[in-house]
């Protein structure tokens, strides 16, 4: 199958490219500089200066597919130019592409009620203020997610929130004004997929404490600004409700599935830069009397490279056009696919990177080490290999049963 992009695809990426060249490459090392500086409860100023110049480019929201708040791209559409976006760690946020604000806004634009969305998505959409969604526990094993076990209770008008989250990206954020925040209203449901729900949580409640930044992998706000998060007594609204008590698993998985797509998609165009990377200091650096590019470890390496990528690409597209066609549910085994393919790939072909780096490639000042972390990250995150791995198990199983 032809994945070759349209018309209108292809002048995106153009004006992407252009953007990318003249905004968010020579701004990189500024941000980072930045970032590492302010530390994890302070935003770098260089994304307020960029997000201004991406909405004059007409280069933002394009992640939300046939939406009228986007630009109305199919997944296999907004496939490449999301991964021109992952060439940075930069470039996603500036073009408000970045999670989980990406999931959360398909989560209010799919499920959230005409004030809901008058209230968060629009604010979110404009790029005004960030989100975080509060769904993994340090005390369960949040990889399935029945184990969930923060309390939702209803009390008259309102429900009452308690439990402990973390790795709720974005919390340190002073920008992040709303959590989607996933607990148990019904825990003696004999259905474990209809005891939890969602329900969204204004950051400044009383109750609500961000304890601390999590480091990823040493790095705090790039990749990820993960933290810790308690929510004691938390009263909100019972019209704060998402879609109706028991709907959280639902809800949940229909968030996962483009947000999963969305992360390969980045992956593979960071990838894709670090081949680039490992291609040039090749070419650049000198052992034993020949360049480093001329030796046959590096051949084969670089040559496998190139063949990881493309696999991974191609399985990618694949994903993308499947949901567009049957949608995310019917496309849950090509999903699970590029989950597992498109991380290991990563971190395979960044290992490579560093190890022809050299010593400076285990420190900052090439992009590996950030590169790393993320993809190493994304091996976890939405659901680690393990249960994409056994879910694919089970349906190729079910073929022959």
Known sequence: MAFEPSPKVQALQQRLLAFMDEHIYPNEERHLQQVEQLGPWQVSGVLEELKPKAREAGLWNLFLPESPHGAGLTNLEYAPLCETMGRSLLAPEVLNC?????????????????EQQARWLKPLLAGEIRSCFAMTEP???SSDATNIESAITRDGDDYVINGHKWYTT???????????????????????????????????????????????FGFYGTPDRASEV???NVRVPASNILLG????????????GPGRIHH?????????????????????????????AQQGVTLERIAD??????????????????????????AKTEIAMIKVAVPN??????DWAIQIHGGGGTSNDFGLTHAYAMARLLRLADGPDEVHRAQLGKLELRKYA
């Open 98 to 114: 970045s999670a989980p604000d990406t999931g959360n806004m398909e989560v209010l634009a799919r499920y959230g009620t005409p």
């Open 139 to 141: 005390a369960v094993a």
């Open 170 to 216: 974005n919390a340190t954020d002073p920008r992040c004004k709303i959590a989607i925040f996933m607990g148990k209203t019904d825990p003696d449901n004999a259905d474990r997929h209809r005891q939890q729900s969602m329900v969204l949580v204004p950051m400044d409640t009383p109750g609500v404490r961000v304890l601390r930044p999590l480091p990823v």
């Open 230 to 232: 308690v929510f004691e």
């Open 245 to 256: 008590e028991g709907r959280g698993f639902e809800i949940a998985q229909g968030r996962l």
């Open 264 to 292: 390969c998609m980045r992956l593979i165009g960071l990838v894709e830069r670090t081949l680039e990377r490992m291609c040039r200091r090749a070419l650049s650096r000198v052992a034993f009397g020949k360049p480093i």
């Open 305 to 330: 490279a190139r063949i990881l990528i493309e696999q991974a690409r191609l399985l990618t597209l694949n994903a993308a056009e499947r949901m567009d066609r049957v949608g995310n549910k019917l």
């Open 345 to 350: 790939m990563a971190c395979q072909v960044i």
